[in-house]
Nanobody, 124 residues
Framework: VQLQASGGGLVQAGDSQRLSCEAS????????MGWFRKAPGKEREFVAA????????NYADSVKGRFAISRDNAKSTVYLQMNSLEPEDTALYLC??????????????????WGQGTLVTVSS
């Protein structure tokens, strides 16, 4: 399984940005795709996840109401629409795939596959 993330860049506070992550290879038919982020000096943290089979969605409290995760199953792609961006959202955004998951878990340890990430920088 390979994950290719894209869409990062430099934006100003208050702007919006959309990230994409395309999965390829033997993903299986029932999996969860999630987004995590890693800021300098901080631990990797959960952002959002969506389960393919159940449609279940899960968000971190810090992004609820600002970010929206969605998927296009035909393209094996998940999107993260980020609105009202804040400087605190600056991080390397990583997409991940939990091959057997149907619960949109926030636990990074259940995700078997990780993409290389895309950098989002929000200036104040």
């Amino acid at each position: 399984v390979q994950l290719q993330a894209s869409g990062g860049g430099l934006v100003q506070a208050g702007d919006s940005q959309r990230l994409s992550c395309e999965a390829s290879g033997r993903t299986g038919t029932s999996y969860t795709m999630g987004w995590f982020r890693k800021a300098p000096g901080k631990e990797r943290e959960f952002v959002a996840a969506i389960a393919k089979r159940t449609g279940r969605i899960n968000y971190a409290d810090s992004v609820k109401g600002r970010f929206a995760i969605s998927r296009d199953n035909a393209k094996s792609t998940v999107y993260l629409q980020m609105n009202s961006l804040e400087p605190e959202d600056t991080a390397l955004y990583l997409c991940a795939l939990d091959q057997s998951g149907s619960y949109a878990s926030s636990d990074r340890y259940v995700y078997e596959y990780w993409g290389q990430g895309t950098l989002v920088t929000v200036s104040s």
